[in-house]
């Protein structure tokens, strides 16, 4: 029985899809991932399926693998683009989204490409997701500092951009 895991957004971005690669790897389970829409190259052994949204944009498209593999398979749907949307993915899909950081992923070391410097924020601009997606207390991630030391270049982003599972 297969894991499959997939970055339902642009492949250059998503640090959460690689966290749950890793995560699942520490479990010693057998892991498929996509970048995009498998279609028919979904293997047919597929138990359970990881959908990471990072912009609600994505999320039709992770509507659409749903429906097609609810059926044979448990889908998990989350990600930054999924906060929002769990009344429209429950209307949509009939099964429930994973909304906020998803402690079982969040602090799953890996060899990423990107990272983020921190979670939470305490300003709490009224137009602004990331207090109320990762809560009002800022705290810096300690994988930075490993990273940090193996890179040359590095572009820093916000909450925002790292997603939570999914996380991002
Ligand atoms: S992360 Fe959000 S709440 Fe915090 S300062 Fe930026 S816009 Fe405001």
Redesign the pocket.
């Known amino acids: 029985m297969t894991d499959i895991v997939i970055n339902v957004s642009a492949p250059h971005y998503n640090l959460g899809a690689a966290k749950i690669v890793n995560w699942l790897r520490s479990q010693e389970r057998e892991i498929v991932s996509f970048n995009g829409d498998p279609g028919l190259a979904m293997p047919s052994t597929a138990e359970r399926v990881w959908l990471s949204t990072i912009f609600s944009w994505h999320a039709p498209l992770a509507a659409q693998i749903a429906l097609r593999m609810k059926s044979r398979a448990d889908v998990f749907c989350g990600g930054t683009g999924m906060f929002a949307l769990g009344k429209w993915w429950k209307q949509e899909t009939d099964l429930e989204a994973h909304r906020g950081l998803d402690e079982r992923f969040e602090k799953q070391r890996g060899d990423y490409e990107m990272t983020f410097a921190s979670r939470g ?1 305490p ?3 009224s137009f ?1 997701i ?2 109320r997606l990762e809560g009002l207390t800022f705290r810096l991630d300690g994988c930075i500092s490993v990273w940090w030391q193996r890179i040359r270049f590095a572009v820093l982003a ?2 925002h951009a790292s997603g939570p599972w999914f996380s991002g």
């Open positions: 924020c300003v709490d601009c602004c990331v207090p916000t909450s």
